[in-house]
């Protein structure tokens, strides 16, 4: 470990004195704009629906989703009871006993009864699947994302924001379940999954094998840039500023040391692979969720008086916003394109660590893989959501509407902040201080996301150039490479590039659970079926 460590660091230093060259994060972000803005309206290109113009890829989300929830007869609602049994271990037993053989996924050139049964293999838990999930979708959307959307929406977007996150609980749980069912298994037990293999392989089965290879092509090269983009540089950069402005930090050299300290840690704890990752994210996620969570509900329960109003305002301003916003279209779009970035759902790459559940049955990792959007968007979003709503009702601290960007305009001052400054004076009103311990859990948010992302731009590298050490260490230097640019410099370009690229992942994907869904519901009887068994076996 300690010869990996010192490899690594031996790599980032070059890098650091190149990143105080003056004026080079500047330079490379001028360079970059052009293409990573073309990149960017080519992912959210549009489509006219009445006076507004409405992302494709957000229409295929939605539709996708709608009828995923209805297909599956309302999973978000039906399945939750499975699904909280499932993830706290209710059904271990039944992978455990040979009361029922698992079908077997039969890939190119095997012949059935030969193989072993692959798919009862695995490497973590589901909790700790569920935690290393979590940990990448859960982060500063939640908080400065959130912020932002009920200052663009109004309170009403908060509505839209919880139904999407209810439909997308269904696209969690087909495509994790599906990340599962298609897996490969390597001869030393190493997992490897994701919508690259359910992709290749699912759609190889059904006469679909150059669609489904150059799917699942795409879609990994599309992941291997979001996960050095918008799942590694822009947290560290965000993790940066934190620092640099609560404790006011100075000097030219301050992002590349933060940086650098930053891609140690991470580098210490991706080297140890995804069991490695999955010990750390199953501590962290409930930690940093528990005490985001707390205080929440503090600042709810003592704002108790206001929630009437606040929940008036969420369901009035979800079909009759205010003047200004838009009108109910604008808000809808605003609350669904916020919960899409923060859940990832039908994008995909919550599957590939799904997919490194220890388990036989296939549809018993997807309904614990619906409890993520619920998680991230219905609880965490919300409660945000409701602070912001009450702060402003107390403090009139903004007017809704009042936003360019990712910055709200304060009535006050007449200055714009950022959404996480927003989030820190609703937090701060109440529990004075408390923008500090915002502070710390923006950085563990910005911490378990990288490592998280580290594990699927690794898989997915791995599935475009192979499965050696040394595919495997070029990447995990190149991963920690861009954890000290993000820290480093300003390369918003970069960040705007990768961030299309996160929502790009949708396409591929999703054209593949459109084909693969009839798979799910298969699995999902098997899994329902042997618990019935089972419980009357008892």
């Not at 972000?29 to 073309?38: G, K, V």
């Not at 109004?154 to 919880?162: E, H, S």
């Not at 590298?461 to 490479?481: C, E, P, S």
Request: aromatic share 12%; charged share 15%.
């Amino acid at each position: 470990m300690r010869t990996k460590m010192s490899f690594l660091v031996s790599f980032l230093l070059p890098f650091v004195a190149l990143s105080q060259e003056k004026g080079l994060d500047e330079q490379v972000n001028d360079a970059f704009m052009p293409f990573a803005s073309w990149w960017e309206g080519f992912v959210l290109t549009s489509i006219p629906l009445g006076e507004y113009n409405i992302p494709i890829v957000l229409i295929l989300l939605i539709l996708g989703a709608t009828f995923f929830t209805v297909y599956f007869k309302f999973p978000s609602i039906s399945k939750f009871p499975l699904a909280i049994n499932t993830v706290r271990g209710k059904y271990d037993e039944l992978d455990h006993h040979s009361a029922e053989k698992t079908e077997l996924n039969v890939p190119d050139g095997d012949v059935p009864g030969t193989i072993k049964d692959e798919s009862k293999e695995g490497e973590v838990s589901h909790f700790q699947a569920l935690a290393t999930a979590v940990s990448g979708t859960v982060g500063l959307g939640n908080i400065a994302g959130v912020a932002v959307a009920i200052a663009i929406g109004g309170p009403g977007a908060t509505f839209w924001m919880i139904v999407c996150g209810l439909i997308g609980m269904s696209t969690k749980f087909v495509e994790c379940t599906l990340g599962v069912k298609y897996r490969d298994v390597g001869s030393d037990g190493t997992v490897y999954g994701g919508p690259m293999y359910y992709l290749s392989r699912g759609l190889d089965q059904m006469g679909l094998k150059f669609l489904g290879k150059a799917l699942a092509v795409v879609f990994a090269i599309l992941c291997v840039g979001a996960s050095f983009g918008g799942g590694n540089a822009f947290q560290s950069n965000q993790a940066a500023v934190q620092l640099t402005t609560m404790f006011n930090l100075e000097g030219g050299a301050t992002g590349v040391i933060i940086g650098v300290v930053l891609a140690i840690l991470v580098g210490i704890v991706i080297i140890g692979g995804i069991k490695k990752i999955a010990s750390v994210t199953e501590k962290i996620v409930p930690f940093m969720a528990g005490i985001y969570v707390l205080a929440s509900l503090i600042i709810i329960f003592s704002n108790i008086s206001y929630i009437g109003d606040a929940i008036a305002m969420i369901f009035s301003g979800a079909f009759s916003p205010e003047a200004g916003l838009g009108g109910v279209m604008g808000v809808i779009i605003v609350g669904f394109q916020r919960a899409a970035f923060s859940n990832e759902a039908g994008a995909g790459s919550a599957a590939i660590a799904h997919s490194a559940v220890k388990t036989k049955y296939p549809a018993s990792e997807g309904v614990v893989a619906l409890l993520e959007p619920f998680i991230d968007t219905v609880v965490i979003c919300t409660m945000t959501a409701l602070v912001i709503i009450f702060f402003n009702m107390d403090a009139g601290a903004f007017d809704y509407g009042n936003a360019v960007g990712s910055t709200v305009l304060l009535n006050e001052s007449g200055t714009y902040v950022g959404g996480v400054d927003l989030t820190s004076m609703a937090y701060d009103s109440v529990i004075p201080g408390f923008r500090y311990v915002l502070t710390i859990a923006i950085i563990l948010f910005a911490f378990s996301t990288m490592i998280s992302w580290s594990y699927y731009g690794l898989q997915s590298w791995k599935f475009l150039f192979g499965r050696g050490k040394a595919a495997d260490t070029a990447y995990k230097i190149l991963f920690l490479l861009f954890v000290v640019i993000g820290a480093a410099a300003t390369l918003d370009a970069v960040i705007k590039f990768s961030d299309a690229m996160i929502l790009a992942l949708v396409f591929p994907n999703m054209i593949g659970l459109l084909f693969l869904f009839p798979k799910v519901r298969a699995e999902l009887k098997k899994y329902t079926t042997d618990i019935k068994a089972s419980k009357q076996g008892a």
